[in-house]
């Protein structure tokens, strides 16, 4: 397991922007990806989406639908830390959003699924409000 360190969180009003880190210090990692679980998807009991895949190993980076175009994701050259810069947010953007790491070579590409990683970060909130 990695020991991922999250910030970023808070109020961001509909329209602006964000960036969310996510730190795997001193650690090799082959897959990168932000999930987010919205308050929508915890009152009807559903698991946190992947919304953004990173492949340390030939760089592809896969963006779904629902924030492609608004959202980007990039790295440092040690390529352990993963910014994912927010853009034209709404309301619906608002959410847990966790990121996840892992060591062994996986399927890096949307869709991804939470059970394909071991390592975690804390969570942080994310509210798109006026």
């Known amino acids: 397991q990695v020991r991922l360190v999250e910030s970023g969180g808070g109020l961001v009003q509909p329209g602006g922007s964000h960036i969310l880190t996510c730190e795997a210090p001193?650690?090799?990692?082959?897959?990168m990806a932000w999930f987010r679980r919205t308050p929508e998807d915890e009152r009807r009991g559903k698991e946190r989406?992947?919304?953004?895949?990173?492949?340390?190993?030939?760089?592809?980076?896969d963006y779904d639908d629902s924030v492609k175009g608004r959202f980007r994701v990039y790295t440092t050259n040690a390529k352990n830390i993963l910014y994912l810069e927010m853009g034209s947010l709404k309301p619906e953007d608002t959410a847990m959003y966790s990121c996840?790491?892992?060591?062994?070579?996986?399927?890096?590409?949307?869709?991804?699924?939470?059970?394909?990683?071991?390592?975690w970060g804390q969570g942080t909130r994310v509210t798109v409000s006026s």
């Open positions: 996840a790491a892992e060591t062994k070579r996986i399927a890096c590409r949307l869709p991804i699924w939470g059970d394909n990683f071991s390592s």
């Open positions: 001193g650690a090799t990692v082959s897959c």
């Open positions: 989406e992947g919304i953004v895949s990173y492949d340390t190993g030939d760089g592809t980076i």
